[in-house]
Each structure stands twice: as C-alpha cells, then as structure tokens.
C-alpha cells in the first residue's frame, strides 16, 4: 500500500511500507539532471549531488557515511537526464537517524570551499574514466545519434 503526503513546503512524500525485511529505503529525488543545465552549466547537478555528501549545518565531513554505514547501512546517489537521486538503506532502528542525514543534506549543505576545490577535482576523474569506458561512448553516441539536439543528446 502506498501513501502520499504533500507537505507545507511542496514536498511530495511516499511511503510504501513492505514487511519482507527489518530495513528501509529513504529516498530523495530532486526534478533536475542534466538535460536541465546549459552548456555553461553542464555538469553542476552531478557536481552538487557530490557536494551534498560533503557536510551539512549539523554533520560535518565524513560524519553522514560514518553514521550510516557504522550503523550497518549503505547509501549513494546519482544524477541522470531528468532528476537526481540520494538513496540509503539501513536497519529500520535507524531509520530517524537516516531521515535526519537525509533531511540536513537536502535543506543545508555546507559547500565549504576547500569541499568544493576538491570535489571538482573527484567529478573531473570521474568524467575521465566515463571516457576510458567503451559501453559509455556507446551509449554517449547512441544518445548523441537518437535525440540530436535536445538535451539528451
């Protein structure tokens, strides 16, 4: 069963409860990727999505992974065309824990300059690698050749 709730603030909520094991799945989806930036901001929603992880008001550096995963949990994010995603998974006794990390990522990160310098440098690795990878440019080239243009090419 799913519910939905819409907050004050605009903020669509889903909750889809599943009883098959004692863990959660916390989520945020923010409506913008790739195909929303110019060519002068291309990469910033990946780049922002890499910041995000790098301290908030209340967690410093590292803090957010150390809690999560010392409490037995994963998480990770990813930007594609249209959104950009921030997941984690964790033990359900957790999950306040996980739902205040999440919460401080999405409402204040830090952006502390050091961070930033050195995240840059983080995403431009990660760039060059997609470049070493031949099912990337496949998939780059495909794109490229379906959609042209627009901003998925």
Same mark, same amino acid.
């Given at each position: 069963?799913?519910?939905?709730?819409?907050?004050?603030?605009?903020?669509?909520?889903?909750?889809?409860?599943?009883?098959?094991?004692?863990?959660?799945?916390?989520?945020?989806?923010?409506?913008?990727?790739?195909?929303?930036?110019?060519?002068?901001?291309?990469?910033?929603?990946?780049?922002?999505?890499?910041?995000?992880?790098? %301290?908030?008001?209340?967690?410093?550096?590292?803090?957010?992974?150390?809690?999560?995963?010392?409490?037995?949990?994963?998480?990770?994010?990813?930007?594609? &065309?249209?959104?950009?995603? &921030?997941?984690?998974?964790?033990?359900?006794?957790?999950?306040?824990?996980?739902?205040?990390?999440?919460?401080?990522?999405? %409402?204040?990160?830090?952006?502390?300059?050091?961070?930033?310098?050195?995240?840059?440098?983080?995403?431009?690795?990660?760039?060059?690698?997609?470049?070493?990878?031949?099912?990337?440019?496949?998939?780059?080239?495909? &794109?490229?050749?379906?959609?042209?243009?627009?901003?998925?090419?």
């Amino acid at each position: 069963m799913v519910k939905q709730y819409q907050l004050k603030n605009g903020l669509q909520v889903l909750l889809i409860e599943s009883h098959k094991s004692p863990v959660v799945s916390l989520q945020a989806w923010v409506r913008t990727g790739s195909a929303d930036e110019t060519p002068s901001e291309a990469g910033l929603s990946h780049f922002i999505e890499h910041l995000l992880f790098k %301290g908030t008001r209340k967690f410093k550096m590292g803090e957010i992974a150390q809690i999560i995963e010392g409490s037995g949990g994963e998480l990770n994010a990813y930007t594609s &065309f249209d959104q950009t995603v &921030f997941y984690m998974t964790l033990s359900k006794v957790f999950m306040r824990t996980g739902l205040e990390a999440l919460a401080d990522m999405m %409402g204040f990160p830090a952006f502390d300059p050091g961070e930033i310098d050195a995240e840059r440098e983080v995403v431009v690795e990660e760039m060059k690698r997609g470049h070493d990878s031949l099912g990337r440019q496949a998939s780059q080239l495909l &794109f490229k050749t379906a959609y042209g243009t627009h901003p998925y090419g």
